[in-house]
């Protein structure tokens, strides 16, 4: 998990952020600001985000609403989640990933890996790409070839998060090209699926394939949770090459991979999977059976707050439940939609 000491907005009240916002926002819609929470989360502004959340939960307390507590306080949860895979992949696991003739790494290389994640985290990418190339420098003047590669790997994952799917093409390549020959199963895995995803985001379905493959037969070896997170993609692969029934057992494994771990580690990644195998059951012509997991999908979205996400839903079910002749639930879905509206509104 990630250091509470990186996310000072969690647990202080008196941050100048938090403060600011708690001014701007005090009068708003409790609803209106749970949405304007992740969609601060959605854009990559994870400090707008804890910020928003940490006042809703400190708002919500204040007069008693304990409904808005509750999502307040998993929203917060969440995002830390969320930043800790970063975690995942960048771990310093000396017994797993390291040869054991690889020299121990010297302290201004961590703190590089320190620097960038803590930009990383604060949406400040272009800073961590700088730190990033620091390390890079810094190891293949010391001849650490593995550093070397997990440098390279970092640096696809950050352009993959900017969506720059070329760049991160180019070091994915590059990292790939290293770490084959390092004893460093979970960065080769990190580079094998963060090149998949950037394949896949350009439209090589074949290639975006055969790396996420790799990588979750790596991330199974090792038994973490990143092995969910590229199964969930690889499903998407298959599901565009109209490979339905083998995205269909991809989204299977994710899932059964999700329940190898905490509830509380796993749930957005639950609900997105879910999601996904709604709409394979639709791609399918099986509409009937896409109606149980975007159920699913929907009721983790509500639980966590997350408004938009939970709205396309309750869109998408209304218009399955219409097309099956099952108006009064078709109804209920839209009325919510309606509601939610009607939250949100400044006015309410």
């Given at each position: 998990m990630v250091s509470t000491s990186m996310f000072p907005l969690l647990t202080n009240t008196a941050s100048t952020t938090l403060t600011a916002w708690l001014c701007a926002n005090i009068q708003q819609p409790l609803s209106q600001q749970v949405a304007q929470g992740w969609q601060h989360f959605d854009q990559g502004d994870i400090s707008a985000a804890i910020a928003c959340f940490r006042g809703l939960l400190d708002h919500s307390k204040a007069i008693g609403d304990a409904y808005f507590t509750h999502i307040a306080g998993n929203s917060l949860q969440f995002i830390e989640q969320a930043l800790s895979d970063w975690d995942d992949d960048w771990v310093q696991d000396t017994s797993q990933d390291?040869?054991?003739?690889?020299?121990?790494?010297?302290?201004?290389?961590?703190?590089?890996f320190s620097?960038?994640?803590a930009a990383l985290y604060n949406n400040h990418?272009?800073?961590?790409?700088?730190?990033?190339?620091?390390?890079?420098?810094?190891?293949?003047?010391?001849?650490?070839?593995?550093?070397?590669?997990q440098s390279l790997a970092a640096i696809a994952r950050v352009n993959l998060t900017c969506t720059d799917y070329a760049r991160a093409l180019t070091y994915g390549q590059a990292a790939i090209a290293v770490l084959e020959d390092c004893a460093t199963p979970r960065y080769l895995a990190q580079a094998l699926h963060t090149l998949g995803s950037a394949h896949f985001h350009l439209g090589h379905l074949d290639a975006a394939q055969t790396h996420l493959e790799k990588a979750a037969?790596?991330?199974?070896?090792?038994?973490i949770l990143s092995e969910g997170k590229t199964l969930n993609?690889?499903?998407?692969?298959?599901?565009?090459q109209k490979a339905f029934m083998f995205a269909l057992a991809a989204y299977e494994a994710a899932l059964d991979c999700c329940l190898e771990h905490t509830a509380a580690a796993t749930q957005a990644l639950t609900a997105e999977?879910?999601?996904?195998?709604?709409?394979?059951?639709?791609?399918m012509g099986y509409n009937v059976f896409a109606i149980a997991p975007y159920q699913d999908a929907l009721a983790a979205y509500q639980h966590t707050g997350d408004i938009v996400k939970a709205n396309r839903l309750?869109?998408?079910?209304?218009?399955?439940y219409e097309t099956q002749g099952r108006y009064t639930i078709a109804l209920d879905c839209y009325g919510q939609l309606q509601q939610n509206a009607s939250s949100n509104s400044p006015n309410t």
């Open positions: 390291v040869a054991p003739d690889q020299p121990e790494r010297a302290k201004p290389e961590h703190e590089c620097a960038a994640k990418f272009e800073e961590a790409l700088h730190h990033l190339d620091q390390a890079l420098h810094q190891f293949t003047t010391q001849g650490d070839i593995a550093g070397v590669g037969t790596l991330y199974h070896s090792l038994g993609t690889l499903g998407q692969v298959y599901a565009q999977i879910l999601d996904h195998t709604g709409e394979l059951y639709e791609a309750l869109h998408r079910l209304g218009h399955l």
